[in-house]
């Protein structure tokens, strides 16, 4: 098992930032780690994500050049800096974790964190 905790939540101002931390208990048999998020009436989409080696990452297109995603290996934490928010940002976000790859679609992660809201007003 591995258990997920997102914090950095909060709410902003639009052109605002905000840093997302997720901390993992561990990352053994994980290889690595996205961001979800969900707003209210949506679906959980896709946001980034990134291996533990540091060598893949991916984006969704509605945040490619604003958020960063990096992780800190010897913290087992993978942080995402989110720069230039918008109001359409508004959404719980999740971090999870897969045995399979820095991949895009939910059902690849097997371990999820709790949420943290992130609120962007206009």
């Known amino acids: 098992q591995v258990q997920l905790v997102e914090s950095g939540g909060g709410l902003v101002q639009a052109g605002g930032s905000l840093r997302l931390s997720c901390a993992a208990s561990?990352?053994?048999?994980?290889?690595?780690v996205g961001w979800f998020r969900q707003a209210p009436g949506k679906e959980r989409e896709f946001v980034s994500a990134?291996?533990?080696?540091?060598?893949?990452?991916s984006y969704a297109d509605s945040v490619k050049g604003r958020f960063t995603i990096s992780r800190d290996n010897a913290k087992n934490t993978v942080y995402l800096q989110m720069n230039s928010l918008k109001p359409e940002d508004t959404a719980v976000y999740y971090c999870a974790a897969s045995t399979r790859g820095a991949l895009r679609g939910a059902r690849e992660y097997a371990y999820w964190g709790q949420g943290t809201q992130v609120t962007v007003s206009s």
């Open positions: 990134i291996t533990w080696s540091g060598g893949s990452t």
């Open positions: 561990r990352r053994t048999f994980t290889i690595a």
